[in-house]
């Protein structure tokens, strides 16, 4: 395995304000270089960028060479600017729609709330996709996808890890725990077969606890170097608000739990804020509570031993792009970055420039507000998290302030 940096990892995931999730079909090398500086500036060192899937594979046994020139063209910006990346694959699932290439659909599988989109229009049908575990030609194609850019970008010095997926199973899911051991062998493997000296994660998310998707933490941690978690207070019913400060690190120490103990980079969080002198709505808070749940939540996860804390997202999206899915209907996806579209900080920006150059704490090794088996947990997931998360909550008042109240 590789050796890990023992900084602790401060960053954020990128989409431009002016391209979306078409920055590789749009690229445009300078606004990339703009851009990763900005972040540097910040003080992240840290960049998880997306490849959309149908960009880097227009074709199951074919891999595009323009893409993948931009996609080192990325990696080579990011080095200039003193940054390492995320390289995340299959993407896939983003924003609320699950953008699939034409010849990956045609199947009865998908998650029916998110709308699919291949070459740039909107599907008739939701549940159109080919299970990516069931499939062995839609695998081959990944393996074949997953080999070609770890090719393209091997040894490079930007790269710091590759991600197999941002929450997939919110477009398929393994029919059943085999299909989802023999997925993550196959993709892990055609990646260390390449470039043997990369770490490996897979972008897991809150519903991946909430409910048996079988490609979990736990099953993660079985394949690749670290595990990752998303997770938003707004997305959780359990939450006491929008900005409940204990959701997120609840979340990384249930991920570190149920991963027996491997690293967690909280690898997605923050909010959608309303515009300056206009009151929230809807999903959106305000910039100046962002930037405070911001600071806090960084300094939560660090303080429980996490690897990292990475922040959705890196900026605003322009005004051009709200006609264009997700922004369409999910309005609030328009305003999570930290920084405006026109490209000036919000608050958030000084809260995380006031955390950076950090040396990874240990992970505590007391689990006071834990109660069950890993076992009985996974047998009545859902409220067992919900009562969990009430002795978490309890814990984490009445602890000392410098462990965080989270130990992981």
């Not at 909107?122 to 997953?146: F, G, H, K």
């Not at 998310?205 to 938003?232: K, N, Q, T």
Request: charge should be negative; charged fraction near 20%.
């Amino acid at each position: 395995m590789p050796e890990r940096s023992e900084g602790f990892r401060l960053g954020i995931n990128y989409w431009p304000a002016d391209a979306g999730m078409s920055w590789l079909a749009r690229y445009d090398p300078g606004i990339v270089r703009s851009d990763f500086g900005r972040i540097a500036e910040a003080g992240m060192d840290t960049i998880r960028i997306f490849l959309r899937w149908e960009d880097v594979q227009p074709e199951p046994a074919s891999v595009d060479p323009a893409t993948l020139r931009r996609v080192v063209d990325a990696a080579d910006a990011a080095t200039e600017a003193g940054v390492e990346l995320i390289v995340t694959l299959f993407t896939g699932h983003m924003s609320g729609v699950n953008w699939i290439p034409p010849w990956a659909t045609g199947g009865g599988d998908g998650d029916p709330r998110f709308r699919v989109v291949s070459s740039g229009k909107v599907q008739p049908a939701s549940c159109c996709l080919r299970n990516w575990y069931r499939d062995t030609a839609i695998v081959d194609a990944q393996e074949l996808l997953a080999g070609a850019v770890a090719g393209a970008l091997r040894g490079h010095p930007a790269v710091w890890a590759w991600d197999l997926g941002n929450e997939s199973s919110n477009c398929t899911t393994p029919p059943d725990p085999g299909s989802a051991e023999r997925w993550l062998a196959r993709m892990t493997s055609a990646l260390r077969t390449v470039d043997p000296d990369r770490l490996i994660t897979v972008g897991t998310h809150m519903e991946d606890i909430e409910s048996e998707r079988l490609l979990g933490p736990g099953e993660a941690a079985r394949w690749c170097d670290f595990v990752c978690m998303h997770g938003y207070p707004i997305y959780a019913r359990w939450a006491s608000g929008p900005t409940d400060p204990d959701v997120v690190p609840f979340l990384a120490a249930i991920t570190g739990w149920l991963a027996g103990g491997a690293p967690v980079l909280f690898d997605e969080f923050g909010h959608a804020t309303a515009p300056p002198q206009q009151s929230p709505s809807g999903m959106e808070v305000s910039e100046a509570d962002a930037a405070a749940y911001a600071g806090r939540t960084i300094d939560e996860l660090w303080g429980a031993g996490a690897i990292g804390a990475m922040l959705w997202c890196y900026s605003d999206y322009a005004s051009e792009l709200w006609s264009e899915p997700p922004f369409d209907v999910a309005t609030h996806e328009r305003t999570f970055g930290l920084w405006r579209a026109d490209r000036t900080p919000k608050p958030s920006v000084a809260e995380v420039r006031a955390r950076r150059d950090r040396v990874r704490r240990s992970v505590p090794s007391v689990f006071p507000w834990l109660d069950v088996t890993v076992e009985e947990f996974l047998a009545d997931r859902r409220p067992q998290l919900i009562r969990l998360f009430g002795r978490y909550r309890q814990h984490a008042s009445s602890a000392p302030a410098t462990t965080a109240g989270s130990p992981l």
